[in-house]
């Protein structure tokens, strides 16, 4: 069955530190990969996606993923995080080769600290 | 702007009560999903609907159902709340074969 592991919970970094949120997923095809993020009190908004072709795709806020087929991984990365960037983030995946049935990671929670 | 509006973002009900969760989106999408938000577990489907009157089961339907009897309009209906559904509901839309969803912001059911 397909999955998506978001193996980090709880992360914190310093601002204007790096970030890299990591994604795995199972799917034997090409998988639609998905980041998003949901701000407190919000629904999610869509970071960044991937359907084939460059395998590093950019995306809003400055976020950008990388595709590893090899790895089975969509990591998230951001090179200077900002405190509005705290937030929880999820990866998604299209169920059975679907772009928009989506399944879920559990997320990964973003702490800023000044 | 786009908009997926849920009317209520808090609620509290009774065991056995019957509840109904809407959500209107104006952006003519086809597709409509309710999803389900927990800790630690991510957000699991619940149903979805790929056109008016149309509907299909996703990872939880159990205990819920859905009513799409226009475009615009999803709704979400638990027959008899029990406290094992008490969570974060989240609505969503997109094109129908589009790679975005669009989210509300979520209603907040509480089952005492």
């Known amino acids: 069955a397909q999955s998506v592991t978001q193996p980090d919970i709880h992360i914190t970094v310093s601002e204007g530190a790096s970030l890299e949120l990591r994604c795995n997923y199972s799917?034997?095809?090409?998988?639609?990969l998905f980041w998003y993020v949901q701000s407190p009190g919000q629904g999610l908004q869509l970071l960044l996606k991937?359907?084939?072709?460059?395998?590093l795709v950019q995306g809003i806020k400055g976020f950008e993923a990388e595709f590893k087929r090899s790895q089975s991984s969509f990591n998230l990365r951001k090179p200077s995080v900002h405190w509005s960037d705290a937030a929880e983030y999820f990866c998604?995946?299209?169920?059975?080769?679907?772009?928009?049935?989506?399944?879920f990671g559990t997320g990964t929670l973003l702490a800023v600290q000044p | 702007d786009v908009k997926v509006t849920q009317s209520s973002r808090y609620l509290v009900k009774r065991t056995g009560e019957k509840v109904f969760l809407e959500c209107v989106q104006d952006?003519?999408?086809?597709?409509m999903f309710w999803y389900r938000q927990d800790p630690g577990l991510g957000l699991r489907l619940i149903y979805f609907?790929?056109?008016?009157?149309?509907?299909e089961k996703g990872d939880i339907p159990e205990g819920y159902s859905v009513s799409r009897e226009k475009k615009e309009r999803f709704s979400l209906i638990l027959e008899s709340a029990s406290t094992n559904q008490t969570s974060m509901y989240l609505c969503?839309?997109?094109?129908?074969?589009?790679?975005?969803?669009?989210f509300g912001e979520g209603s907040r059911l509480t089952v005492l």
């Open positions: 969503a839309s997109s094109f129908r074969e589009a790679g975005e969803l669009f």
């Open positions: 799917y034997g095809a090409t998988p639609y």
């Open positions: 991937y359907f084939s072709g460059d395998t």
């Open positions: 998604a995946v299209g169920r059975g080769g679907a772009t928009n049935k989506l399944i």
């Open positions: 952006m003519d999408h086809e597709n």
């Open positions: 609907s790929y056109d008016v009157k149309m509907k």
